[in-house]
Nanobody, 127 residues
């Protein structure tokens, strides 16, 4: 089973930026759609962003559109989430996840479709 390891979380002031990284332990990563999800205290885990295996389709939640950017580097088996103009309501544990259906053309935002999950990285935005 593949491992997904997130990094880059931390404490930042409102208006600041962070870049999250997620590294996969297998080369089949390049065939997978990848997603970022987050869970704030007392709330359900929610979709943030997703990118298709070839990088040619990307979705964002309305709450982060225009502020966050998802990208991937298949040569490095990595996916990234650049987070700008951070707000206190962005405070959450952020998880990366993999949809391992090979080269799926339909990009989903449904977390039930994602098979592998990282351990999460904490992002805290202070006001």
């Amino acid at each position: 089973q593949a491992q997904l390891i997130e990094s880059g979380g931390g404490l930042v002031q409102a208006g600041g930026s962070l870049r999250l990284s997620c590294a996969a332990s297998v080369r089949t990563f390049s065939n997978w759609a990848m997603g970022w999800f987050r869970q704030a205290p007392g709330k359900e885990r929610e979709f943030v962003a997703a990118i298709r295996w070839d990088g040619m389709r990307i979705y964002y939640s309305d709450s982060v559109k225009g502020r966050f950017t998802i990208s991937r580097n298949n040569a490095k088996n990595a996916v990234y989430l650049q987070m700008n103009s951070l707000k206190p309501e962005d405070t959450a544990v952020y998880y990366c996840a993999a949809d391992i259906s090979p080269r799926r053309m339909v990009l989903t935002t449904d977390q039930r479709a994602f098979d592998y999950w990282g351990q999460g990285t904490q992002v805290t935005v202070s006001s």
